[in-house]
């Protein structure tokens, strides 16, 4: 039997939606608008697509998006100079630095500077270490992404066995700190792990994270485990180039019980998260109520 397809693309859009009518709620009843800065480096051709995308929806949720462009040779002054105007803007409730970074400039450094109840990337070493001893923090938006499809799809993941395919700061970390808070039993995995496929095969829940097309097999997959593929790997096969994701989707698909696809699975989640932390930011710094369902 074939896997149920997680359509991502659907729940972003229902996301995005539930954003917009406490968006609404909010300009009515308090006369806020929530704001959304976002800060670009340079001219990094797939940074100024997924700016500009993220400034679009911004709008179209009912926020403020400003958009601050520098040139690849700014200085890491004059870049910490606007992080603190803008931590220091009223009517700015979160700031997104696009990541990678030029060079010259020190990318912890300069996301440390960030006031941490407006890194609605969640990227902040204080909402890490908040993350991970269960208190409340800004989330990084994709691994909110993929626990919200979870919670979507099985109702309650408490008990359940995860494995996380990936330790990077900005989904597997954060991806198992999620998990754990939802009471599964988790496993971080990686590219070096001893017997990868047999580790992967305990689990209920698998989170592909690890950067290597189509990595995880099929026969690594559980039969009725649900399979959350956050890698989008360019690749070219026949000729043509093509987006796959850590799982080989085909074979995977034939074994899982639920699988997101590459594209349309975590990828539209990713930007539907950004609002709504944008949103729980506004509340939380207007001592508002946040929105239920938004937020770990």
């Known amino acids: 039997m074939a896997a149920t397809v997680i359509d991502g693309k659907a729940f972003a859009a229902k996301v995005r939606g539930q954003v917009a009518e406490h968006v609404e709620r909010l300009k009515a009843d308090h006369g806020i608008t929530p704001g959304l800065a976002v800060v670009l480096v340079g001219e990094d051709p797939a940074s100024e697509v997924y700016v500009r995308s993220k400034g679009k929806m911004t709008v179209e949720v009912g926020m403020k998006s400003v958009e601050h462009k520098l040139d690849a040779d700014t200085s890491e002054a004059d870049l910490l100079a606007l992080i603190d105007q803008l931590n220091n803007d009223p009517e700015i409730h979160g700031i997104l630095v696009q990541l990678p970074l030029p060079k010259h400039l020190d990318e912890d450094l300069v996301i440390n500077s960030l006031d941490p109840a407006k890194d609605v990337d969640g990227f902040h070493i204080s909402n890490v270490g908040l993350l991970g001893t269960g208190q409340k923090s800004m989330v990084p938006c994709t691994p909110l992404g993929c626990l919200m499809m979870l919670r979507d799809h099985h109702g309650s993941i408490s008990g359940m066995n995860a494995v996380v395919v990936g330790r990077s700061n900005i989904v597997g970390k954060p991806m198992a700190q999620l998990l754990l808070g939802d009471s599964c039993t988790v496993t971080i995995a990686h590219s070096r792990t001893k017997d990868l496929p ?99």
């Open 198 to 296: 047999e580790v992967v095969r305990g689990a209920d829940i698998v989170v592909a994270a690890v950067g290597r097309p189509e990595m995880v097999q099929g026969d690594w997959i559980k039969p009725g485990a649900t399979v959350i593929d956050v890698g989008i790997n360019r690749i070219e096969r026949d000729g043509k180039k093509k987006l796959v994701g850590d799982a080989d989707y085909e074979s995977c698909a034939k074994v899982a019980g639920a699988i997101t696809p590459v594209p349309g699975g975590v990828g539209p989640m990713t930007i539907a998260c950004l609002l709504a932390n944008t949103l729980t930011a506004c509340c939380r710094a207007n001592g508002i109520e946040e929105p239920e369902g938004l937020t770990a």
